[in-house]
């Protein structure tokens, strides 16, 4: 029921597609480059500009004149719309950082979101109270149920979303402690078949400084979803904030000491994993490298593609079945995220 759209949106993506190859074949890499470099320009402002991870390496290379490496780009392929034992897709849930939400919709994110058309789409990083939103997105009639959740200290930071064309059960913010609640960094809502819970991890910062802190979510986190799963399973959807395995950045040597790919962050991904949890994209693509959800503004990484897998779905193990496809939007530009789509038949 939830899938009616289906057909027309298929049909509209295999133009948009066609028109991406178009202009890609005319204009070569000065394009992508061309992007990367307005993408920066718009948002010097935002604090994570300030931010070294994933394109490093390849700098000093350059400064030393040795010629830099073909970049390796990733292409999804085309959506799987039929579970392993052959029932149609008929839930599509997608989710972006938007690395703050008005600059976004200045960007025409919600283009895509509205090609995209899926049943529910959930945002992190909004950076944006409730009644700052723009129009734009609150009076948008394809969702008629919105969420918002913001940090309730510090004006335009983190913040999550979730919209919604038919109305969950329940929704809930938080994980349920204090200590972890006051940034606006998960919804949950319950639908008839599962939870879907979005989340916008606590990052581990700039010199580590709050990896300390980001040990104790991981394990609340954790066994906030395994009290979920206990009721019903679950959709875990958002920017994780850590790239899982080496296969999952560019630059993994380079990074064991940064945010994102410490030893502890890692070692809390596979704990969760290990409570019943699967990475979707991992289970359907074990071995496919160079698919990145994330590219720092910096260096061009984007158009080199030098960047890490940071957003994901995780489902309970339960909703396996059900698993299609989870697909990487890294086309779709206006954030240093790329959207992520999973396709479901419940
Ligand atoms: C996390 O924070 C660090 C430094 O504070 C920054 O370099 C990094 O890019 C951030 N990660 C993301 C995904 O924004």
Redesign the pocket.
């Known amino acids: 029921m939830l899938y009616l759209q289906q057909e027309k949106v298929q049909a509209v993506r295999v133009l948009v597609c066609v028109r991406v190859v178009c202009l890609r074949g005319l204009c070569g890499d000065g394009r992508i480059a061309k992007m990367s470099k307005r993408g920066k320009k718009t948002d010097d402002a935002t604090a994570?500009v300030?931010?070294?991870?994933g394109a490093a390496p390849e700098a000093k290379k350059a400064k030393k004149g040795k010629e830099p490496e073909a970049p390796v780009l990733y292409e999804d392929p085309p959506d799987q719309l039929t579970s392993k034992d052959g029932r149609a897709a008929n839930t599509k849930i997608s989710s972006w950082n938007v690395d703050g939400l008005r600059a976004w919709v200045k960007k025409k994110g919600l283009d895509w979101v509205r090609e995209e058309a899926p049943d529910v789409i959930c945002l992190q990083e909004t950076k944006c109270a409730e009644k700052s939103l723009p129009n734009d997105i609150t009076s948008m009639p394809e969702f008629p149920h919105k969420y918002w959740a913001g940090s309730q200290e510090k004006e335009g930071y983190s913040g999550v979303a979730m919209l919604c064309k038919t109305e969950p059960l329940s929704v809930t913010y938080g994980i349920g402690k204090e200590e972890h609640d006051k940034e606006g960094r998960v919804i949950t809502a319950e639908f008839p078949d599962f939870f879907l819970v979005t989340a916008y991890v606590p990052?581990?910062?700039?010199g580590l400084v709050r990896l300390d802190y980001r040990k104790t979510w991981d394990v609340d986190f954790r066994e906030y979803l395994s009290g979920l799963d206990e009721r019903k399973p679950l959709v875990l959807c958002g920017?994780l904030?850590v790239a899982h395995q080496e296969i999952d950045l560019k630059n993994p040597k380079g990074n064991r000491k940064?945010?994102?790919f410490t030893a502890e962050e890692r070692e809390g991904f596979t704990q969760l994993l290990g409570a019943g949890f699967v990475d979707s994209f991992r289970e359907l693509y074990p071995e496919q490298a160079n698919a990145y959800t994330?590219w720092?503004y910096m260096m061009n990484a984007r158009s080199k593609n030098v960047g890490?897998r940071?957003d994901y779905f995780v489902l309970s193990k339960a909703l396996l079945p059900s698993l299609c496809d989870c697909k990487i939007r890294n086309k779709a530009m206006g954030s240093?995220?790329c959207p992520i789509t999973l396709h479901l038949a419940i």
Do not use: I, V, Y
């Open positions: 994570d300030e931010q070294d991870n990052n581990a910062s700039k920017d904030n940064n945010p994102g994330f720092t890490w940071l240093d995220h």
